[in-house]
């Protein structure tokens, strides 16, 4: 996939779908305390919620220094990936889910 956002077309019943389903997965993620989504997730909690692998790692530093991004950039991008993980119905966050947190990140510069 690239570092663009995806442009294939989806349904509002299948958007709701993985919607509710994503949700579904937070909430076994994160049970009963004070955090209940991904945008919540403290910079304490990223490594635990939000692991990257060794690749993944490599990339957002790229893109750190090549957007001159700050730590708290780099924060909103990890939990945007683990919400695009979790829309896919994935346990990990994938070189494709961060390439595109990346790339709405990008976008949200050129704005």
């Known amino acids: ?29 994160f049970g009963t305390g004070t955090v209940l989504t991904n945008a919540q997730v403290s ?7 939000c692991k990257l692998d060794a ?20 924060d909103k991008i990890c939990k945007v990936a683990r919400t695009i993980a979790d829309l896919d119905a994935s346990d990990d966050i994938c070189a494709e889910h961060l390439a595109e947190a990346i790339g709405y990140r990008k976008l949200d510069r050129k704005l």
């Not at 442009?7 to 579904?24: N, T």
């Not at 910079?43 to 919620?49: D, G, I, K, P, V």
């Not at 690749?55 to 780099?74: D, I, N």
């Open 43 to 49: 910079h304490s909690q990223l490594e635990r919620f």
């Open 1 to 29: 996939m690239g570092s663009e956002p995806r442009a294939q077309p989806i349904d509002s019943d299948s958007l709701r779908a993985s919607v509710v389903a994503a949700r579904a997965l937070q909430t076994r993620r």
């Open 55 to 74: 690749t993944g790692e490599l990339m957002l530093k790229e893109a750190m220094m090549e957007l001159g991004l700050s730590a708290r950039a780099h």
